[in-house]
């Protein structure tokens, strides 16, 4: 092997890396070592696909990575700890899963010896900041190589490109980038680049295939996912069983608009029925299991910790600061959720638990009370409005 051109492409099978696949090995030089990093979304038959694929486009070496259950111990569970939506609507399934494949990665390149390494991502995108950071700070000896932003390839440039280097693959979809993983599929189109339009239905990867409804029961241990329906199993095998009873019900879709990390807006298209269902699942049993406070502390942090990861800032102490206040917050958060699946919708009908703070024998909201008078009521209810009363009689006099 010739190791001054050895390069380590971070490879999806998708038409940016199958660009990048054939111009570094038949244009540049480059001895091509392929890599992809499952995080969830593929069968063995689909990852066999991607590597005849990508010996096909001339890489040298092809190696798929299993890092399902690193993701999900890495990352997803604090997700699901801090149910996090960036602006109260995207599960962060693709920015979540890039930093775990960057990390993979470069230990991979750092293990042959490559003095280079190559993703597919644009020059307007967020992944690039993902990806080199991370490849950055473990490696900064390696040095990054990426045609499609170097180049400002379009995707009709690419598609071109590789139909004169008689590449025999079908893009008949290609006008739509997807991106499928444990926690999520994304759906990038022509559409996701205006301010007006949504995505067709032909553009999800799951399709309405289910009428009717369906009950499911999840179980949370400590604000984990350990069972579905009595069955238990890892919590990462529970998020994948989800996904595949909600994805009939065409569950989990929606367009995230958001600030990139370029500071220019974005939008992207998704579907994402098990993180959505956990998330919403898992937060309202916190509001039966959680104190006032607790939920409110947690709302920032999570916040923070979403951001910073989408950010690309996953390697900061900071990170680590958080997590461990969010796993401790889980202690108390244990019970079963149950929901309703039904086409584009589900619903959380309630939740059962020994940690139910609506067990308590204070009282009924809105019905009784038995520890208080109503005496000790009138008090406290004139004693909290003080700062009010206090407030509004100064200046009304002024």
Not at 241 to 258: E, T
Not at 275 to 292: G, N, V
């Amino acid at each position: 092997m010739n190791t001054s051109k050895k390069i380590v492409l971070a490879y999806s099978g998708g038409l940016d890396t199958s660009y990048c696949a054939v111009h570094l090995s038949k244009e540049k030089g480059f001895e091509v070592h392929a890599v992809s990093v499952n995080t969830g979304g593929f069968t063995s038959k689909e990852i066999k696909t991607i590597e005849e694929t990508a010996y096909s486009l001339g890489v040298t070496t092809y190696k798929n990575i299993e890092a399902i259950s690193s993701f999900y111990e890495k990352v997803v569970k604090y997700l699901i700890f801090g149910n996090v939506l960036k602006n109260n609507t995207y599960p962060l399934s693709v920015s979540a899963e890039r930093i775990i494949q960057a990390i993979e990665i470069i230990e991979y390149a750092k293990s042959i010896d490559a003095r280079y390494i190559a993703h597919g991502s644009t020059g307007a995108g967020n992944d690039q900041v993902r990806f080199d950071m991370i490849f950055q700070t473990l490696a900064p000896e390696i040095e990054i190589i990426t045609p499609i932003r170097d180049q400002q390839l379009s995707r009709q440039e690419e598609i071109a490109y590789l139909q004169q280097h008689d590449v025999a693959i079908s893009w008949e979809k290609a006008k739509y980038s997807i991106n499928k993983g444990l926690w999520g599929t994304s759906v990038g189109g022509e559409e996701t680049l205006t301010s007006e339009k949504g995505l067709p239905e032909i553009a999800f990867p799951s399709q309405l295939t289910k009428e009717g409804k369906e009950n499911v029961i999840l179980t949370f241990e400590k604000g984990e996912l350990i069972a579905i329906n009595g069955h238990q199993q890892a919590p990462e095998k529970n998020i994948e069983l989800l996904q595949n009873l909600a994805a009939p019900y065409a569950i989990g879709r929606d367009i995230h608009v958001g600030d990139t990390i370029v500071g220019i807006k974005g939008r992207v298209g998704f579907e994402a029925a098990a993180a959505l269902i956990t998330i919403k699942a898992h937060h309202l049993l916190e509001k039966h299991t959680l104190t006032k406070w607790q939920l409110q502390h947690k709302e920032y942090l999570s916040n923070f910790y979403g951001m910073h990861l989408h950010e690309g800032q996953y390697l900061d102490p900071v990170m680590r600061d958080m997590e461990a206040f969010l796993t401790n917050s889980q202690e108390k958060v244990s019970g079963e959720v149950i929901v309703t699946l039904q086409p584009y919708h589900f619903f959380l009908e309630g939740i059962i638990s020994k940690n139910d703070l609506m067990r308590s024998k204070f009282g009924s909201y809105g019905e009784m009370n038995t520890q208080w008078t109503a005496e000790e009521a009138k008090g406290f209810i004139k004693i909290n409005g003080n700062q009010n009363k206090i407030y509004q009689q100064i200046h009304s006099l002024s």
